[in-house]
Nanobody, 122 residues
Framework: QVQVVESGGGLVQAGGSLRLSCVAS????????MGWFRQAPGKEREFVAV????????DHADSVKGRFTISRDNAKNTVHLQMNSLKPEDTAVYYC???????????????WGQGTQVTVSS
């Protein structure tokens, strides 16, 4: 059983930056692909970014490409989401999740954190 805990959310002005972190425990971290998803009020949870177990391959949603960057440190069981040039439409609860075989689909992720709130003011 893998436990996932996110941190780093908060309130930021449009154009600002935040760095989200996610620490995983209870499993072999380097076996898992790690993803970030977000859910805004009244909307479905959507894919943001994913990184391969070794960190060599990443994938970002078109809506965040060029602004957000996912990375991981397997020695520290940690994955990060660096968010730059934030926009009000990025406001959401951001979730970190782990999967063995999935990629972009949230239904393929086995383990989820509780989420961290990101609010971008205009």
């Amino acid at each position: 059983q893998v436990q996932v805990v996110e941190s780093g959310g908060g309130l930021v002005q449009a154009g600002g930056s935040l760095r989200l972190s996610c620490v995983a425990s209870g499993g072999t971290f380097s076996r898992y692909k790690m993803g970030w998803f977000r859910q805004a009020p009244g909307k479905e949870r959507e894919f943001v970014a994913v990184i391969s177990p070794g960190g060599a391959i990443t994938d970002h949603a078109d809506s965040v490409k060029g602004r957000f960057t996912i990375s991981r440190d397997n020695a520290k069981n940690t994955v990060h989401l660096q968010m730059n040039s934030l926009k009000p439409e990025d406001t959401a609860v951001y979730y970190c999740a782990a999967t063995i075989s999935g990629w972009r689909s949230r239904r393929e992720y086995e383990y989820w954190g509780q989420g961290t709130q990101v609010t971008v003011s205009s």
